[in-house]
């Protein structure tokens, strides 16, 4: 029955899965992405990597996910794993004792933020601010969903986080509205809300990034793909482990500069006639690619089309450590002996890494994406950029004509290319 769902699948549009409003299908990037038996991770040969008390076989998992992604049915408990929310090695009484405990958590947290803020949890969110900024509150809301400041009994002076932490609510808000429009699952106000639930609780919880343009962009999947809130809000934590260092903004840099100057290094290892030229048009800094690093490529691709690259991309860039490294102080560390059964529940990515032992901090898989595609439009880039503005628009073509998979080959060459040279 599986196999002949997919079969189906693969020759129908993905969008019966994520459908899309009538009033968009014409501005919406085409998707590449195909279901494909044999390749595709899909929900029976999920459930067959497990043991009979719970461990998982992540290894068969992630050659599957690498040949060609995960099904829709299954891709946010996949997702979770991917993202180190849970331990391959554990059992599925050790996964649901700790589902139920983040659950708990969770709960615990969005109390506090209600508390403070009543319309979190109601169902409803902000687009309009609910105190000045110098946390006076603004008696009446514009879309009334909120007066009296949020529900704070007294208005005695807020403390500094609690004021920057309701700043960002009606901000959210309106990003909320922007994420996603042409997807007939946020035409639902209380899907809307859930993304808004979420990312404000996680700006309370993480008090030094807080809320961030873009992060809105990295949890919408999550609230699609999973449907228990508190769940969905876990997965986009860990999501935000890996990446929350590209919203971390000041007057003086932006979050992925690291990421960039780290980009730089590569195309003037790898080519040095582009990076030269980028050079000479005064884009060396290759502040071009800010966006496609900063909510990794959810302008590049269609909705369907990105989430196969993110899974691609997590599962290539897979450590077996990652669960611990959350959970467990210094508990995370690669062993510095690694013989090759262990080797198999790395990431290809990953593999190359370990091998060589290079540890780049900013190196990320992202960053040889970015690669690739330079490369690719290399010839284009050298022949007809003669300033900064022709360097957007030719990448700027490259919007719904990107080939997922390809680039994520295309990133590995260019990186062991890479950690070849930097070792010689």
């Known amino acids: 029955m599986a196999l002949f769902f997919m079969r189906k699948a ?8 994520y459908p899309i409003r009538p009033e968009c299908q014409v501005d919406v990037p ?52 991917l993202l180190g929310c849970f331990d391959p090695n554990s059992t599925f009484d050790d ?32 687009t309009t601010p609910i105190i000045t900024d110098d946390g006076q509150p603004i008696e009446e809301s514009a879309n009334g969903n909120i007066s009296n400041n949020g529900g704070d009994a007294n208005h005695a002076t807020l403390d500094k986080k609690v004021i920057q932490w309701k700043l960002f609510l009606h901000q959210i808000g309106l990003d909320v509205v922007r994420t996603d429009r042409s997807l007939v699952f946020y035409e639902s106000q209380a899907n809307q809300a859930k993304l808004w639930d979420i990312l404000s609780v996680y700006a309370w919880v993480d008090n030094d990034i807080g809320y961030v343009q873009g992060m809105n962009d990295i949890c919408s999947p999550m609230v699609i793909l999973i449907d228990n809130e508190a769940d969905a809000f876990w997965c986009f934590e860990r999501a935000m ?32 006639k582009l990076h ?89 898989l992202s960053v040889f994406l970015v690669a690739s595609v330079l490369e690719t439009k290399q010839k284009q880039l050298l022949k007809e950029a003669t300033g900064l503005d022709d360097v957007v628009k030719i990448l700027g073509d490259i919007t719904g004509n990107l080939d997922a998979k390809k680039a994520c080959n295309e990133a590995l060459r260019i990186h062991k290319k890479y950690l070849k040279t930097v070792k010689q």
């Open 276 to 364: 030269q030229h980028l050079e000479d048009l005064d884009g060396g800094e290759y502040l071009f690619a800010f966006r496609m690093l900063m909510v990794l490529f959810r302008r590049e691709f269609s909705f369907v089309d990105s989430l196969y690259l993110w899974e691609l991309m997590w599962a290539m860039e897979y450590n077996p450590n990652i669960f611990s490294s959350y959970e467990v102080p210094s508990g995370g560390a690669t062993p510095s002996n690694v013989n090759d059964k262990e080797l198999k529940q790395y990431g290809k990515f990953e593999r190359n890494i370990v091998k060589t032992g290079y540890t780049e901090k900013h190196g990320a």
């Open 95 to 126: 996964r649901n004792q700790l589902r139920q405990h983040r659950r708990e958590q969770y709960s615990r947290l969005k109390s506090e933020c209600q508390k403070m803020v009543p319309v979190i949890g109601s169902g409803k969110f902000l």
């Open 30 to 81: 085409k998707t590449r992405f195909r279901l494909r038996a044999g390749k595709t991770l899909s929900a029976r040969r999920w459930n067959a990597a497990f043991s009979e008390d719970g461990h998982l076989d992540i290894a068969k998992v992630l050659r599957r996910i690498q040949r060609g992604g995960v099904h829709p049915e299954i891709k946010g408990v996949v997702w979770e794993f």
């Open 10 to 17: 693969s020759t129908a549009e993905l969008d019966v899965f």
């Open 241 to 272: 482990r890996r990446l929350r260092e590209n919203f971390r903004c000041s007057a003086s840099s932006i979050g992925v500069q690291s990421q960039l100057s780290t980009l730089s290094q590569v195309i003037k290892t790898i080519d040095p």
